[in-house]
């Protein structure tokens, strides 16, 4: 069993679609992250949550919203997006943001296409 | 805004041969950290340097942080496939920085038998 848990690994949706990215993480930790990978890019910082609570959105379009019910549990959903929007979103967690021992745990990722 | 510049961007290197990547940066950063991402995988960390001229082993992996606290680099003696996969570097800009690290876009390393 894996950490950080995320599902699906892969979607293809079209741009009028609804969809959710669900993020698990089983190391009890306290912060969760959405990051966004896109090909020859540096990963970008989406959202941060500590503790249930958004401490970062980092100009993100409201077309992604995030959504974290417990310190466990982040989703990503998904509405109206454009085809630049396809990219790897990954779910990450840490025990000690904000700190010099801060180590993030990634899932493997979504797969997304947004045709 | 703190940019991590990685070099080279693409690396092919047959297996039982040395490699060196590099990350810099015209900022000052509190952390650095190097994590490898494998084909349909999440990062996975490596190594974190903290102090200035740090110098950390991981088998056959050799991280160093630059004396000023703005470079790093990865040396890797003998690859082997399974080193095969992208290097990224972080780095943490302020003690309060949360879950803000700085990313690199990655040095692709490709390792042939």
């Known amino acids: 069993e894996t950490g950080v848990t995320q599902t699906p690994r892969h979607l293809v949706m079209g741009m009028t679609n609804k969809k959710s990215l669900k993020c698990e993480q089983h190391l009890g930790h306290n912060a969760m992250y959405w990051y966004k990978q896109s090909a020859k890019k540096p990963l970008e910082l989406m959202f941060v949550y500590n503790f249930k609570e958004q401490t970062e959105n980092n100009s993100v379009p409201s077309r992604f919203s995030p959504e974290c019910p417990n310190s466990s549990h982040l989703f990503l959903h998904l509405h109206t997006l454009q085809p630049e929007d396809s990219a790897l979103y990954l779910c990450?967690?840490?025990?000690?943001?904000?700190?010099?021992?801060?180590?993030?745990?990634f899932g493997s990722g979504t797969q997304l296409s947004v045709l | 805004t703190q940019l991590l510049e990685q070099s080279p961007q693409f690396l092919s290197i047959q297996e039982g041969e040395n490699l060196t990547v590099y990350c810099n940066s015209s900022s000052v950063f509190s952390s650095l950290q190097w994590y490898r991402q494998e084909p349909g995988e999440g990062p996975v960390l490596l190594v974190t340097v903290v102090t200035g001229g740090e110098v950390k082993k991981l088998k056959r992996l050799t991280f160093q942080f630059g004396d000023a606290r703005k470079d790093s680099s990865l040396h890797i003696t003998a690859a082997q496939p399974g080193d095969t996969g992208l290097y990224l570097c972080?780095?943490?800009?302020?003690?309060?920085?949360?879950?803000?690290?700085?990313f690199g876009a990655g040095t692709q390393v490709v390792v042939t038998p």
């Open positions: 972080a780095g943490a800009g302020a003690t309060d920085s949360w879950g803000k690290l700085q």
């Open positions: 990450a967690s840490s025990q000690d943001p904000g700190t010099v021992n801060e180590k993030l745990f």
